[in-house]
Protein backbone atom coordinates (compact mmCIF):
# COMPACT_ATOMS: atom_id res chain seq x y z
CA UNK A 1 0.00 0.00 0.00
CA UNK A 2 1.50 3.61 -1.41
CA UNK A 3 2.45 5.70 1.65
CA UNK A 4 1.29 9.50 0.97
CA UNK A 5 3.10 10.69 3.99
CA UNK A 6 5.99 10.37 6.06
CA UNK A 7 7.17 12.45 8.81
CA UNK A 8 10.54 12.11 10.51
CA UNK A 9 11.96 13.07 13.85
CA UNK A 10 9.59 15.49 13.42
CA UNK A 11 9.75 18.58 16.14
CA UNK A 12 8.31 22.06 16.41
CA UNK A 13 8.87 24.65 18.73
CA UNK A 14 7.43 27.99 19.79
CA UNK A 15 9.43 30.50 20.74
CA UNK A 16 9.14 32.62 23.82
CA UNK A 17 9.54 33.77 27.51
CA UNK A 18 9.36 29.48 28.31
CA UNK A 19 9.43 27.73 25.12
CA UNK A 20 6.75 25.37 24.29
CA UNK A 21 8.03 22.33 22.52
CA UNK A 22 4.38 21.34 20.63
CA UNK A 23 6.04 18.65 18.86
CA UNK A 24 8.64 16.21 19.75
CA UNK A 25 10.61 13.21 17.36
CA UNK A 26 7.54 12.71 16.06
CA UNK A 27 7.58 9.72 13.15
CA UNK A 28 4.78 8.04 11.48
CA UNK A 29 3.86 6.95 7.77
CA UNK A 30 0.61 6.80 6.65
CA UNK A 31 -0.81 5.06 3.84
CA UNK A 32 -3.49 5.12 1.35
CA UNK A 33 -6.72 4.88 2.08
CA UNK A 34 -6.52 5.18 5.88
CA UNK A 35 -8.87 6.90 7.81
CA UNK A 36 -6.74 7.82 11.19
CA UNK A 37 -7.92 10.21 14.07
CA UNK A 38 -5.21 12.17 16.33
CA UNK A 39 -6.38 12.27 20.44
CA UNK A 40 -5.30 13.45 23.07
CA UNK A 41 -5.54 16.28 25.37
CA UNK A 42 -5.41 20.38 24.64
CA UNK A 43 -1.98 21.25 24.44
CA UNK A 44 -0.83 17.59 23.37
CA UNK A 45 0.27 18.95 19.29
CA UNK A 46 -3.01 17.43 17.74
CA UNK A 47 -3.42 20.94 15.26
CA UNK A 48 0.36 21.74 15.62
CA UNK A 49 0.79 18.23 13.84
CA UNK A 50 -2.18 18.92 11.29
CA UNK A 51 -0.58 22.39 10.56
CA UNK A 52 2.59 20.90 9.90
CA UNK A 53 1.83 18.08 7.90
CA UNK A 54 -0.31 20.53 5.76
CA UNK A 55 2.34 22.90 4.79
CA UNK A 56 0.64 25.47 7.02
CA UNK A 57 3.75 25.92 9.16
CA UNK A 58 6.78 24.93 9.30
CA UNK A 59 8.99 22.21 11.85
CA UNK A 60 11.57 23.34 13.93
CA UNK A 61 13.10 19.92 13.27
CA UNK A 62 12.62 16.90 11.18
CA UNK A 63 11.36 15.97 7.77
CA UNK A 64 7.71 16.01 6.10
CA UNK A 65 7.81 13.82 2.58
CA UNK A 66 4.68 14.02 0.69
CA UNK A 67 4.75 12.60 -2.96
CA UNK A 68 8.66 11.69 -2.28
CA UNK A 69 9.11 15.49 -1.38
CA UNK A 70 10.21 17.22 1.76
CA UNK A 71 7.20 19.70 2.16
CA UNK A 72 9.74 21.05 5.32
CA UNK A 73 12.20 22.52 3.38
CA UNK A 74 10.07 23.76 0.71
CA UNK A 75 10.14 27.57 0.22
CA UNK A 76 6.32 29.06 0.57
CA UNK A 77 5.88 30.14 -3.26
CA UNK A 78 6.07 26.80 -4.33
CA UNK A 79 4.57 25.49 -1.00
CA UNK A 80 1.30 27.16 -1.54
CA UNK A 81 0.71 25.91 -5.27
CA UNK A 82 1.63 22.26 -3.50
CA UNK A 83 -0.51 21.91 -1.10
CA UNK A 84 -3.46 23.13 -3.71
CA UNK A 85 -2.73 20.19 -5.41
CA UNK A 86 -1.89 17.65 -3.28
CA UNK A 87 -3.66 18.17 0.32
CA UNK A 88 -7.42 19.10 1.26
CA UNK A 89 -8.61 20.62 4.30
CA UNK A 90 -11.42 20.49 5.92
CA UNK A 91 -11.70 23.38 9.46
CA UNK A 92 -13.77 23.76 12.31
CA UNK A 93 -15.10 26.70 11.01
CA UNK A 94 -16.14 25.84 7.71
CA UNK A 95 -13.86 28.54 5.71
CA UNK A 96 -16.21 28.76 3.26
CA UNK A 97 -16.21 32.11 1.06
CA UNK A 98 -19.70 33.82 1.88
CA UNK A 99 -20.52 35.62 -1.52
CA UNK A 100 -20.00 32.25 -3.73
CA UNK A 101 -22.83 29.66 -3.66
CA UNK A 102 -22.28 25.91 -2.43
CA UNK A 103 -21.13 24.91 -6.26
CA UNK A 104 -18.69 28.50 -6.32
CA UNK A 105 -17.03 27.41 -3.00
CA UNK A 106 -16.85 23.54 -4.43
CA UNK A 107 -15.20 25.07 -7.88
CA UNK A 108 -12.91 27.53 -5.71
CA UNK A 109 -9.70 25.02 -5.94
CA UNK A 110 -10.15 23.66 -8.94
CA UNK A 111 -10.17 27.28 -10.02
CA UNK A 112 -6.73 28.12 -8.48
CA UNK A 113 -5.54 24.65 -9.84
CA UNK A 114 -6.48 26.20 -13.69
CA UNK A 115 -9.23 23.38 -14.49
CA UNK A 116 -11.63 23.45 -17.51
CA UNK A 117 -15.05 25.25 -16.48
CA UNK A 118 -16.82 22.57 -17.39
CA UNK A 119 -14.72 19.53 -15.67
CA UNK A 120 -15.07 22.09 -12.55
CA UNK A 121 -18.97 22.15 -12.55
CA UNK A 122 -19.22 18.01 -13.52
CA UNK A 123 -17.12 17.43 -10.25
CA UNK A 124 -18.70 20.45 -7.90
CA UNK A 125 -22.26 18.71 -8.91
CA UNK A 126 -20.64 15.67 -8.29
CA UNK A 127 -19.08 16.01 -4.73
CA UNK A 128 -22.49 18.12 -4.11
CA UNK A 129 -24.76 15.13 -4.78
CA UNK A 130 -22.08 13.07 -3.01
CA UNK A 131 -22.45 14.87 0.13
CA UNK A 132 -26.02 14.77 -0.11
CA UNK A 133 -26.86 18.59 -1.29
CA UNK A 134 -27.47 18.08 -4.93
CA UNK A 135 -30.60 20.74 -4.37
CA UNK A 136 -28.17 23.27 -3.03
CA UNK A 137 -26.23 24.10 -5.75
CA UNK A 138 -27.28 27.76 -5.88
CA UNK A 139 -26.81 28.42 -2.34
CA UNK A 140 -24.99 30.95 -0.37
CA UNK A 141 -23.38 29.46 3.08
CA UNK A 142 -25.58 31.74 5.42
CA UNK A 143 -28.57 29.97 4.29
CA UNK A 144 -27.45 26.56 5.22
CA UNK A 145 -27.31 25.02 8.19
CA UNK A 146 -23.86 24.23 10.22
CA UNK A 147 -24.12 20.50 9.15
CA UNK A 148 -24.39 21.73 5.54
CA UNK A 149 -22.12 24.07 5.24
CA UNK A 150 -19.56 21.72 6.56
CA UNK A 151 -20.78 19.34 4.08
CA UNK A 152 -19.57 21.88 1.27
CA UNK A 153 -16.49 22.00 3.44
CA UNK A 154 -15.88 18.12 2.76
CA UNK A 155 -17.27 18.40 -1.07
CA UNK A 156 -14.54 21.42 -1.55
CA UNK A 157 -11.53 19.22 -0.14
CA UNK A 158 -12.20 16.29 -2.38
CA UNK A 159 -13.27 17.79 -5.38
CA UNK A 160 -9.47 18.37 -6.86
CA UNK A 161 -9.04 14.66 -5.65
CA UNK A 162 -5.74 15.49 -3.43
CA UNK A 163 -3.26 12.55 -2.01
CA UNK A 164 -4.92 12.92 1.79
CA UNK A 165 -7.59 15.23 3.62
CA UNK A 166 -6.45 16.93 6.81
CA UNK A 167 -9.40 17.78 9.01
CA UNK A 168 -9.23 19.72 12.22
CA UNK A 169 -11.98 19.01 14.57
CA UNK A 170 -14.44 18.62 11.64
CA UNK A 171 -17.21 18.01 13.95
CA UNK A 172 -16.94 20.60 16.75
CA UNK A 173 -19.76 22.95 15.99
CA UNK A 174 -21.84 20.28 15.01
CA UNK A 175 -25.20 18.62 16.18
CA UNK A 176 -25.74 15.32 17.53
CA UNK A 177 -27.63 14.34 14.02
CA UNK A 178 -25.51 16.60 11.82
CA UNK A 179 -22.18 15.33 13.30
CA UNK A 180 -23.10 11.83 12.73
CA UNK A 181 -24.49 12.29 9.37
CA UNK A 182 -20.95 14.19 8.39
CA UNK A 183 -19.48 10.80 9.68
CA UNK A 184 -20.97 8.61 7.99
CA UNK A 185 -20.18 10.51 4.63
CA UNK A 186 -16.88 10.73 5.19
CA UNK A 187 -16.44 7.43 6.11
CA UNK A 188 -18.28 6.05 2.85
CA UNK A 189 -15.79 8.47 0.93
CA UNK A 190 -12.93 6.67 2.37
CA UNK A 191 -14.29 3.30 1.72
CA UNK A 192 -15.30 3.68 -1.94
CA UNK A 193 -12.29 6.27 -3.25
CA UNK A 194 -9.80 5.05 -1.30
CA UNK A 195 -9.16 8.65 0.39
CA UNK A 196 -6.58 9.08 2.83
CA UNK A 197 -8.48 10.83 5.91
CA UNK A 198 -6.38 12.56 9.02
CA UNK A 199 -8.92 13.82 11.64
CA UNK A 200 -7.35 15.49 14.82
CA UNK A 201 -10.44 15.76 17.06
CA UNK A 202 -11.96 15.14 20.87
CA UNK A 203 -15.13 14.05 19.64
CA UNK A 204 -15.85 10.33 20.71
CA UNK A 205 -17.91 9.48 17.46
CA UNK A 206 -14.71 10.58 14.98
CA UNK A 207 -12.82 8.07 16.97
CA UNK A 208 -15.33 4.96 16.90
CA UNK A 209 -15.09 5.30 12.83
CA UNK A 210 -11.45 5.61 12.95
CA UNK A 211 -9.49 2.74 12.01
CA UNK A 212 -5.98 3.93 13.32
CA UNK A 213 -5.80 5.91 16.41
CA UNK A 214 -3.05 7.76 17.59
CA UNK A 215 -2.87 9.16 20.61
CA UNK A 216 -0.46 12.00 21.21
CA UNK A 217 0.70 13.51 24.60
CA UNK A 218 2.92 16.48 25.31
CA UNK A 219 3.53 16.88 21.83
CA UNK A 220 4.87 13.09 21.31
CA UNK A 221 3.59 9.46 20.22
CA UNK A 222 2.01 8.02 23.18
CA UNK A 223 -0.48 5.28 21.34
CA UNK A 224 -0.10 4.13 17.57
CA UNK A 225 -3.22 1.33 17.70
CA UNK A 226 -4.86 -0.07 14.59
CA UNK A 227 -8.48 -1.31 14.22
CA UNK A 228 -9.10 -3.11 11.29
CA UNK A 229 -12.62 -3.74 11.48
CA UNK A 230 -13.89 -1.00 13.09
CA UNK A 231 -14.94 2.54 11.74
CA UNK A 232 -16.19 2.19 8.10
CA UNK A 233 -19.79 0.46 9.00
CA UNK A 234 -20.36 1.89 12.48
CA UNK A 235 -23.70 3.56 12.56
CA UNK A 236 -24.93 5.01 15.68
CA UNK A 237 -26.54 2.87 18.08
Known sequence: MKTVIKTTDLSKTYAGAVPV????????????????????????GKTTFLNVIGGLDKPTDGHVIIDGVDIATMKESRLFDFRL???????????????????????????????????????????????????????????????????????????????????????????????????DIMARLNREENITLIFSTHDQRVIERARRVITLVDGAVDKDESFEERGAEKKQA
Open 21 to 44: HALKNVSLEFKQGEFTAIVGPSGS
Open 85 to 183: RHIGFVFQAYNLIPVLTAMENVSFIMLLQNRPKDEMEKRAKEMLEQVGLSDKLDVRPGKLSGGQQQRVAVARALASKPDFVLADEPTANLDTESAFNLL
